[in-house]
């Protein structure tokens, strides 16, 4: 299958490009990450959502959550968020210098086990503006974060997102290129992923 077979394991001799990711490993340690991986599965205001597809309304493979500011509207859906918890907080408190800039809400994907996923798409809604930062962590199972570009077929990588980590999404990521979280043939235990975004 397309899905599963596109990606072999990725290339640690190939580098990531500086200007489009910014990966940090560990910014979490692992009490801590094992702490707020615990915490957001018990804590937060999990849904599953459905998704018209060809006449079909399917359920989106993973659980989400909207928290923030901002009302905010993606994959055709206008979503209201529920307003920051501490911990989300004190997250959002840790990246920002990192990522030299400022977030108004967080969207929370929680992966239950190897058959969650998130298909092929980019982070382009008007509200984001044209190249935005976006910053994603990690708690977690670690899964493979794959990287494609819309028009040049052949630049692509695949980075694995590991336990704590923080990666920063920067300049035409959004624009020219799309990403997802494939489905795994092997095992996985749970994983919970935060974008943190900036919404005008
Ligand atoms: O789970 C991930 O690492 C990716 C999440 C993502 O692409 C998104 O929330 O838009
Ligand atoms: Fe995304």
Do not use: C
Not at 24 to 51: K, M, N, R, V, Y
Request: glycine share 4%; no cysteine; hydrophobic share 35%.
């Amino acid at each position: 299958m397309e899905q599963l077979s596109f990606f072999e394991q990725p290339r640690p001799d190939i580098l990531l490009p500086e200007e489009l990711l910014d990966y940090h490993p560990q910014l979490f340690d692992a009490a801590e990450s094992a702490q707020l991986l615990q915490l957001l599965i018990g804590t937060i205001d999990w849904e599953q959502e459905e998704i018209k597809m060809f006449g079909k309304v399917l359920k989106t493979p993973r659980l989400t959550a909207w928290y923030g500011d901002r009302h905010y509207t993606y994959s055709g859906i206008k979503h209201y968020p529920a307003p920051w918890t501490n911990e989300l907080l004190a997250i959002k408190q840790r990246i920002e210098p990192i990522a030299g800039t400022q977030f108004n809400s967080v969207l929370l994907n929680y992966y239950r086990d190897a058959s969650d996923s998130m298909a092929w798409h980019s982070d382009d809604e008007h509200e984001l503006g044209k190249n935005p930062v976006i910053a994603s962590v990690s708690f977690g199972q670690e899964r493979r974060f794959d990287i494609r570009h819309k028009h040049e077929k052949g630049r692509k990588y695949a980075i694995q997102l590991e336990n704590g980590s923080l990666l920063v999404m920067k300049g035409d990521l959004q624009h020219n290129w799309e990403h997802r979280i494939a489905k795994s043939t092997r095992a996985m235990k749970a994983r919970i992923n935060l974008t943190f975004r900036s919404i005008n």
